[in-house]
């Protein structure tokens, strides 16, 4: 009787550990990246052309209060005039117009990088969004200086 509690406990340990590897394992958003990585749109084909980074995605974050854009420099020349202090980077909500800003907190800074790019890297920059204006699924605008990436879509 004692052995086949012990089997039995062993089996339901052994099964939770799966199921916790599996759930923690970040598979899924790591696909969906690489995803997005080698499957750019004629748009942002033009973009990594023209302006040396290739759009990753756009995500919603701390808990809807933040947008997350994340890019990935492909040309470090042509993209260094995207990262200058002086660049004020803001997204648009297409169908309403609303217009969601870098926060710039007092003792860390601006909310993105303003450092030399290095080519083959992902950036991020992250977006205000208050009230959780934005959802997943709205299409929005980038605008980083005189680059402008349209109808990204906001993914979960």
């Known amino acids: 009787m004692a052995n086949r ?6 089996i339901r340990v ?3 550990c799966m199921a916790a590897i599996f759930l923690l394992h970040p598979h899924g958003a790591y696909a969906e990246e690489k995803k997005a990585e080698t499957s ?11 302006w040396g980074i290739r759009p990753l995605s756009v995500r919603r974050t ?3 209060y933040m947008l997350d854009f994340r890019y990935r420099v492909t040309d470090a020349d042509k993209a260094a005039q995207l990262f200058g202090p002086r660049i004020r980077p803001y997204i648009i909500d297409q169908a309403s117009g609303a217009v969601m800003a870098v ?4 003792k860390v800074g601006s909310l993105r990088s303003t450092r030399k790019p290095v080519k083959d890297k992902n950036y991020t920059i992250l977006f205000a969004n208050p009230q959780k204006y934005i959802k997943d699924g709205n299409k929005v605008t980038v605008v980083i200086g005189d680059l402008r990436i ?3 879509v906001v993914v979960p």
Do not use: D, R, S, Y
């Open 14 to 16: 052994l099964a939770l």
């Open 40 to 50: 750019p749109e004629k748009a942002q084909t033009a973009t990594e052309e023209k």
């Open 103 to 106: 926060p710039n907190v007092p």
């Open 150 to 152: 349209e109808n990204l």
């Open 62 to 64: 701390a808990e809807g």
């Open 5 to 10: 509690i012990t089997v039995t406990l062993m």
